[in-house]
């Protein structure tokens, strides 16, 4: 195991979690089946490393104003309907191509920062998972979970068939942390002590292989 993946082992932190919130996965897929066959490419954007990388990233709210692709979703545009306490920064799909992997990678997003990244499956093909430091996650479909990103970490898709994820970014305010249980924000100054080392470690790390 990598160096910047042992720095939690032990810790006892917890680096993802399922919120208290569940939406119809049937339904999800029923709508995500609608957009994915009238979509055209161009409005499909890519995410990652590029447009060589196979993800893509589909637009569905910018803020609360919704793009063209939120039509055909309307289980989203109820979803932040009825969370009005939540101020969204996007929402968006990310699709993620059979066998493929995002690499180790790190981000500003957790419930004790300024911005939370929510995440609700779609289609989750056996095997894909993400992994947060030495710890793996894979939630089932429909089931809106978070991590704190700003450890390294590296979404993995070995299956054949896509991965599909409904993502929704939002602040970080009370009624957001209130879907998740407390120890997911819990141990700020050990979290971010060890956040900053297992950075640093993996910057370490890319720095040697470019070398």
Avoid: K
């Avoid at 029923?30 to 499909?44: I, K, S, T």
């Avoid at 995410?47 to 055909?72: I, M, Y």
């Amino acid at each position: 195991m990598e160096s910047f993946r042992r720095v939690t082992e032990g810790s006892g932190l917890v680096l993802h979690a399922p919120a208290a919130l569940r939406l119809d996965a049937g339904a999800l897929q029923a709508e995500y089946a609608a957009l994915d066959a009238a979509l055209p490419e161009g409005e499909r954007g890519h995410f990652g490393a590029g447009s060589g990388s196979g993800w893509t990233s589909v637009p569905l709210f910018d803020g609360r104003d919704p793009c063209p692709a939120a039509a055909f979703m309307p289980s989203v545009g109820a979803l932040l309907a009825a969370r009005t306490e939540w101020p969204v920064r996007r929402a968006h799909l990310l699709r993620q191509p059979p066998g493929g992997s995002l690499a180790w990678h790190y981000d500003n997003q957790a419930l004790h920062r300024a911005e939370t990244r929510l995440l609700i499956p779609i289609h989750q093909p056996p095997g894909a998972v993400t992994l947060i430091g030495h710890e793996s996650a894979a939630y089932p479909e429909g089931q809106c979970w978070t991590g704190d990103f700003c450890f390294p970490h590296q979404v993995e898709n070995p299956a054949a068939r896509e991965r599909i994820v409904l993502v929704v970014d939002v602040l970080s305010v009370p009624p957001v942390a209130a879907l998740f249980p407390p120890v997911l924000s819990a141990e700020l100054a050990l979290r971010e002590r060890l956040a900053s080392e297992a950075v640093g470690l993996l910057l370490s790390s890319r720095a040697r292989s470019a070398a």
